[in-house]
């Protein structure tokens, strides 16, 4: 397969956003923002991105999908949320960061996400030191909230971490974010970035797309 092709394979098979497997309808407003935010937090431990993302979908259920909602509730609450998610081992942890994070979101940017962005500046890299205050978030984990909020922040495209552009090059695809970009629309690039890392997680997809290509 030549490169269009293997990108047309890995959006078509792979191309899910782990925003929209948690159930997250991304949108630059509060709630999905906060949202993605706690997505990341839950990603940033050596844990399944399955189990990542049935957490975030518990959390949510639970009605904590705003930083308010998160701080109101009891520690105990968020623990049980994670638990029923199979988000063992770490789900102590993670609810004493869960509470932590939203109180710094509620402080610092009054609950709105949007006002990290502003104080970003329209930086990639000033974004990142911003995620890395929250807790629990540290450079994976802020690449992860780029990777997918590249969707409706444009001015972050385009964003692939090191695990999907070395996933790009063992593929033999383009492994810098621009020579990735220049092979898709504005609107898939995050879905391609999420493609590549899921392929990276999978040595049996990675393994028939190297086969195939």
């Known amino acids: 397969m030549d490169t269009a092709e293997t990108i047309d394979q890995l959006l078509r098979e792979h191309g899910r956003t782990y925003a929209d497997e948690a159930g997250i309808?991304?949108?630059?407003?509060?709630?999905?923002?906060?949202?993605?935010?706690?997505?990341t937090v839950l990603c940033s431990i050596r844990i399944k991105a399955d189990i990542a993302t049935a957490a975030a979908r518990?959390?949510?259920?639970?009605?904590?999908?705003?930083?308010?909602?998160?701080?109101?509730?009891?520690?105990?609450?968020?623990?049980d949320a994670l638990g029923r998610a199979h988000y063992v081992r770490y789900d102590e942890s993670t609810a004493t960061a869960l509470g932590e994070g939203a109180a710094l979101?509620?402080?610092?940017?009054?609950?709105?996400?949007?006002?990290?962005?502003?104080?970003?500046?329209?930086?990639?890299?000033?974004?990142?030191?911003?995620?890395?205050?929250?807790?629990r978030i540290g450079p994976v984990g802020a690449g992860i909230f780029c990777?997918?909020?590249?969707?409706?922040?444009?001015?972050?495209?385009?964003?692939?971490?090191?695990r999907a552009l070395a996933t790009a090059g063992a593929l033999g695809l383009p492994h810098t974010a621009a020579g990735l970009a220049r092979h898709v629309s504005d609107e898939d690039t995050a879905r391609l970035a999420a493609a590549l890392v899921r392929v990276s997680l999978s040595k049996d997809a990675e393994r028939e797309l190297r086969t195939a290509a």
Request: proline residues 7%; aromatic residues 8%.
């Open 147 to 162: 990777r997918e909020v590249q969707a409706v922040w444009p001015e972050l495209r385009p964003f692939f971490d090191e």
């Open 25 to 39: 309808t991304l949108k630059d407003t509060p709630s999905p923002l906060y949202q993605l935010l706690v997505l």
């Open 105 to 135: 979101v509620l402080d610092r940017y009054h609950g709105d996400l949007r006002r990290l962005r502003e104080q970003a500046d329209g930086s990639g890299e000033k974004l990142r030191q911003l995620l890395r205050e929250v807790p």
């Open 58 to 79: 518990e959390l949510s259920a639970a009605g904590l999908r705003t930083p308010r909602a998160m701080v109101d509730s009891s520690w105990q609450e968020r623990v």
